[in-house]
């Protein structure tokens, strides 16, 4: 994959957060000060992390990071930042499965200490696969363990999407209900149609998302099942990793109540557009990791449930992905560092894909 500049993920003065963060934890934890504040080099555009330590004459903690809402300035990815939503999932999560969740220790829903709300969560250590430049290419860890070793991260990750659905109590979960009619997978769609008018508000619209959406009513399962918490941006990427087990999941700011096919859908495309990029771009890739019908056939053995309709569920998946790439291209455009094309439609990196999907010839 050819180089080329990242896209600006922050309008923020690192400096002025890190002089912030540390008077806001003196107020918190008396006598303690931020050291050693950090941007994680894998940082997205979306919610911000900073990794810091507490020096503290009687340090409980140690290593911690804090998750701050996107600055509301800075052509945000998503309308909204609900950290409170964010703390409280990881906290159920937490209590009521045996999934490693980081230890959420504050949150500050005050925009006021570093301009944005955020909580504060427990380091943990490990290593994650990358997304720049893909794990599907050649030159990191995961690329050049064995298959044995990549074989047992992928069962130990699926692993975490069948305890999640299996374990955590859907009453304790009811605050991530989605507003709207209708049963769970109605909301979430309909949520994603709103994502979609907010991001092409004020620029040109893309005829292949609408033609996905327009596709999925024709695949709408008959039976969308019984809701579960889903993570949202279930996949490996958002997983810290001790050796090939998982230490830490991450990222929960798309959690919400849905059928279980919306996360394995998620987890399946998202790896397969790493995966298509990478062969496009003329490498291998790793052809044999995280095939749909392996963790299709792994999550039935781990929880009974044969994943059902996940022709609709892969086209989702894709469908979601290209409107968050849809607002990334144009957040791009608002910083100087793209122009619209003729065609918006190729702002959205997997646009073939997505249109094969649509024409039911990608699984074939």
């Given at each position: 994959?050819?180089?080329?500049?990242r896209?600006?993920?922050?309008?923020?003065?690192?400096?002025?957060?890190?002089?912030?963060?540390?008077?806001?934890?003196?107020?918190?934890?008396?006598?303690?000060?931020?050291?050693?504040?950090?941007?994680?080099?894998?940082?997205?555009?979306?919610?911000?992390?900073?990794?810091?330590d507490?020096?503290?004459p009687?340090?409980?903690l140690?290593?911690?990071?804090?998750?701050?809402?996107?600055?509301?300035?800075?052509?945000?990815?998503?309308?909204?930042?609900?950290?409170?939503?964010?703390?409280r999932?990881?906290?159920?999560?937490?209590?009521?499965?045996?999934?490693?969740?980081p230890?959420?220790?504050?949150?500050?829903?005050?925009?006021?200490?570093?301009?944005?709300?955020?909580?504060?969560?427990?380091?943990?250590?490990?290593?994650?696969?990358?997304?720049?430049?893909?794990?599907?290419?050649?030159?990191?860890?995961?690329?050049?363990?064995?298959?044995?070793?990549?074989?047992?991260?992928?069962?130990?990750?699926?692993?975490?999407?069948?305890?999640?659905?299996?374990?955590?109590?859907?009453k304790?979960?009811?605050?991530?209900?989605?507003?709207?009619?209708?049963?769970?997978?109605?909301?979430?769609?309909?949520?994603?149609?709103?994502?979609?008018?907010?991001?092409?508000?004020?620029?040109?619209r893309?005829?292949l998302?609408?033609?996905?959406?327009?596709?999925?009513?024709?695949?709408?399962?008959?039976?969308?099942?019984?809701?579960?918490?889903?993570?949202?941006?279930?996949?490996?990427?958002?997983?810290?990793?001790?050796?090939?087990?998982?230490?830490?999941?991450?990222?929960?700011?798309?959690?919400?109540?849905?059928?279980r096919?919306?996360?394995?859908?998620?987890?399946?495309?998202?790896?397969?557009?790493?995966?298509?990029?990478t062969?496009?771009?003329?490498?291998?890739?790793?052809?044999?990791?995280?095939?749909?019908?392996?963790?299709?056939?792994?999550?039935?053995?781990?929880?009974?449930h044969?994943?059902?309709?996940?022709?609709?569920?892969?086209?989702?998946?894709?469908?979601?992905?290209?409107?968050?790439?849809?607002?990334v291209?144009?957040?791009?455009?608002?910083?100087?560092?793209?122009?619209?094309?003729?065609?918006?439609?190729?702002?959205?990196?997997?646009?073939?894909?997505?249109?094969?999907?649509?024409?039911?010839?990608?699984?074939?």
């Amino acid at each position: 994959m050819p180089s080329a500049p990242r896209p600006r993920t922050s309008t923020r003065d690192p400096e002025d957060i890190a002089r912030r963060l540390s008077d806001w934890l003196d107020t918190r934890l008396p006598g303690a000060k931020a050291v050693g504040v950090s941007v994680p080099a894998s940082n997205g555009m979306s919610s911000e992390t900073l990794l810091f330590d507490i020096e503290h004459p009687e340090p409980p903690l140690r290593a911690c990071a804090l998750r701050l809402a996107a600055d509301p300035g800075a052509y945000t990815v998503f309308p909204v930042y609900d950290m409170v939503r964010q703390y409280r999932t990881m906290r159920v999560v937490g209590q009521h499965s045996d999934l490693p969740v980081p230890k959420v220790l504050w949150l500050e829903e005050d925009p006021g200490p570093l301009g944005a709300p955020f909580f504060v969560m427990e380091r943990v250590e490990g290593r994650v696969p990358p997304d720049v430049m893909p794990y599907t290419y050649e030159g990191n860890w995961l690329h050049a363990a064995s298959d044995e070793e990549r074989e047992r991260l992928e069962a130990a990750s699926i692993g975490l999407l069948a305890r999640l659905h299996d374990q955590v109590p859907l009453k304790e979960a009811e605050f991530l209900a989605l507003p709207g009619e209708g049963d769970a997978l109605h909301r979430h769609v309909a949520a994603q149609r709103a994502y979609y008018e907010w991001v092409v508000d004020g620029v040109p619209r893309s005829p292949l998302i609408e033609d996905a959406f327009d596709r999925l009513a024709d695949l709408w399962p008959q039976d969308p099942g019984t809701p579960v918490l889903n993570w949202g941006d279930a996949r490996i990427g958002n997983v810290v990793y001790a050796g090939f087990e998982p230490a830490a999941v991450l990222d929960w700011e798309m959690a919400a109540l849905a059928p279980r096919e919306v996360d394995l859908g998620w987890t399946i495309y998202l790896h397969r557009f790493f995966q298509d990029l990478t062969v496009a771009f003329g490498q291998r890739g790793l052809p044999g990791f995280l095939r749909r019908d392996r963790v299709e056939a792994r999550y039935a053995e781990l929880t009974g449930h044969t994943p059902r309709d996940m022709e609709f569920h892969t086209l989702y998946a894709a469908l979601r992905h290209a409107i968050v790439m849809l607002r990334v291209a144009y957040r791009q455009v608002r910083f100087g560092e793209a122009v619209v094309p003729a065609d918006p439609d190729t702002l959205i990196l997997h646009h073939g894909s997505l249109r094969a999907m649509v024409q039911g010839s990608y699984w074939d």
